[in-house]
């Protein structure tokens, strides 16, 4: 799945709404439409237009009822309060972060295979990571939502070495 960079946490209402569009996408699927996304929101009660959700991702309306932001955060599983405390819009964004980066196949083998390892452990292969990560030259903290720099392919230490000068 191919994810849009964050919004900055302070960001517009625009922003904030076009990020959960490209973040909250169904598995093995294209991400949701305004049009999807308006009739999920009307069948729960709150009429509202997949153009008028547009315009509102665009940021060419930017005054929504409160029902309205209520019906797109019920549906994004995100609390209201995501659209205007930027506090809470911090947490939602490290939340989704690390949503879209468990849907990493081997991140998640990864993670599963740490259950009921003690805290101490735990904390040996973390500090693995983080040196692997160091010697790859990766930031300390990753950042899910950028694709993996290109990796060298690697080296074939079984085969004979040519020691010879020329």
Same mark, same amino acid.
């Given at each position: 799945? +191919?994810?849009?960079?964050?919004? =900055?946490?302070?960001?517009?209402?625009? *922003?904030? &709404?076009?990020? @959960?569009? !490209?973040?909250?996408?169904?598995?093995?699927?294209?991400?949701?439409?305004?049009?999807?996304?308006?009739?999920?929101?009307?069948?729960?009660?709150?009429?509202?237009?997949?153009?008028?959700?547009?315009?509102?991702?665009?940021?060419?309306?930017?005054?929504?009822?409160?029902?309205?932001?209520?019906?797109?955060?019920?549906?994004?599983?995100?609390?209201? +309060?995501?659209?205007?405390?930027? =506090?809470?819009?911090?947490?939602?964004? *490290?939340? &989704?972060?690390? @949503?879209? !980066?468990?849907?990493?196949?081997?991140?998640?083998?990864?993670?599963?295979?740490?259950?009921?390892?003690?805290?101490?452990?735990?904390?040996?292969?973390?500090?693995?990571?983080?040196?692997?990560?160091?010697?790859?030259?990766?930031?300390?903290?990753?950042?899910?939502?950028?694709?993996?720099?290109?990796?060298?392919?690697?080296?074939?230490?079984?085969?004979?070495?040519?020691?010879?000068?020329?």
């Amino acid at each position: 799945m +191919a994810v849009t960079g964050a919004p =900055d946490a302070a960001g517009t209402l625009a *922003a904030k &709404l076009d990020h @959960l569009f !490209a973040s909250v996408v169904p598995a093995g699927r294209a991400p949701y439409s305004s049009e999807e996304v308006a009739r999920a929101i009307t069948a729960e009660g709150v009429p509202i237009s997949g153009s008028y959700i547009w315009l509102l991702r665009r940021g060419q309306r930017d005054n929504p009822t409160l029902r309205h932001i209520e019906g797109l955060a019920r549906f994004f599983g995100v609390p209201p +309060a995501y659209f205007f405390d930027d =506090d809470v819009s911090r947490k939602v964004e *490290a939340d &989704l972060k690390l @949503l879209n !980066a468990l849907r990493d196949a081997q991140v998640q083998q990864v993670a599963l295979r740490t259950v009921g390892l003690s805290p101490q452990t735990l904390s040996s292969i973390n500090e693995v990571i983080e040196r692997v990560r160091e010697l790859e030259g990766l930031p300390r903290d990753p950042d899910p939502e950028q694709p993996p720099a290109p990796q060298e392919p690697p080296r074939d230490t079984t085969a004979p070495q040519d020691t010879s000068q020329s």
